[in-house]
T-cell receptor
Framework: EAQVTQNPRYLITVTGKKLTVTCSQN?????MSWYRQDPGLGLRQIYY???????DKGDVPEGYKVSRKEKRNFPLILESPSPNQTSLYFC???????????????FGPGTRLTVL | QKEVEQNSGPLSVPEGAIASLNCTYS??????FFWYRQYSGKSPELIMF????GDKEDGRFTAQLNKASQYVSLLIRDSQPSDSATYLC???????????FGTGTSLTVIP
């Protein structure tokens, strides 16, 4: 089944304790992206990657790191989490756009992170 | 100014009616426009995309784009209770790699 998976689905942690949220897709998509979703603010893009070893900042990259060592995986790293990073996180993937957007982003199931 | 603005609602329509959802965007360089549906506790799923001025129809859904007015809308005909969800408008610029989402409009279809 074509899908984007995220782990863990739920995580409660404390301020300053490094964590990684994994994202994996089995659709051979070049493009992967991370979003956070907060009430009243909607979905905001954190980072995206157009291919292996190519990553770019989205709208809200502060406090996050990503890496793209393999095409299928795109982990999100919080080196020193803070309470304002409490949010619902989504990973997404798609084929790389070659023109004005016919590409559908496929979203993972989400990771609900709470930082105490 | 937000990149994408939507009326948060909630919008309530009776079953069988037409639901009209609206979205405006601020960057004239935006080229691709998307409507996603998100059920409570679930991830967004794409309903429609549009990138040319005018209307695009897919079943009960019609997306409308007016680039001069920087306005995108989604019409849902013959609304069903299963359409009750939050609808997210998204735009991307000419690179097609950065996406901006609105805060979503909550729709309730009343049986």
């Amino acid at each position: 089944e074509a899908q984007v998976t995220q782990n863990p689905r739920y995580l409660i942690t404390v301020t300053g304790k490094k964590l990684t949220v994994t994202c994996s897709q089995n659709m051979n998509h070049e493009y992967m992206s991370w979003y956070r979703q907060d009430p009243g603010l909607g979905l905001r893009q954190i980072y995206y990657s157009m291919n292996v070893e190519v990553t770019d900042k989205g709208d809200v990259p502060e406090g996050y790191k990503v890496s793209r060592k393999e095409k299928r995986n795109f982990p999100l790293i919080l080196e020193s989490p803070s309470p304002n990073q409490t949010s619902l996180y989504f990973c997404a993937s798609k084929l790389l756009a070659g023109g004005p957007g016919t590409n559908e982003q496929f979203f993972g199931p989400g990771t609900r992170l709470t930082v105490l | 100014q937000k990149e994408v603005e939507q009326n948060s609602g909630p919008l309530s329509v009776p079953e069988g009616a037409i639901a009209s959802l609206n979205c405006t965007y601020s960057d004239r360089g935006s080229q691709s426009f998307f409507w996603y549906r998100q059920y409570s506790g679930k991830s967004p799923e794409l309903i429609m995309f549009i990138y040319s001025n005018g209307d695009k129809e897919d079943g009960r859904f019609t997306a409308q784009l007016n680039k001069a007015s920087q306005y995108v809308s989604l019409l849902i005909r013959d609304s069903q209770p299963s359409d009750s969800a939050t609808y997210l408008c998204a735009v991307s610029r000419n690179t097609g790699n950065q996406f901006y989402f609105g805060t979503g409009t909550s729709l309730t279809v009343i049986p």
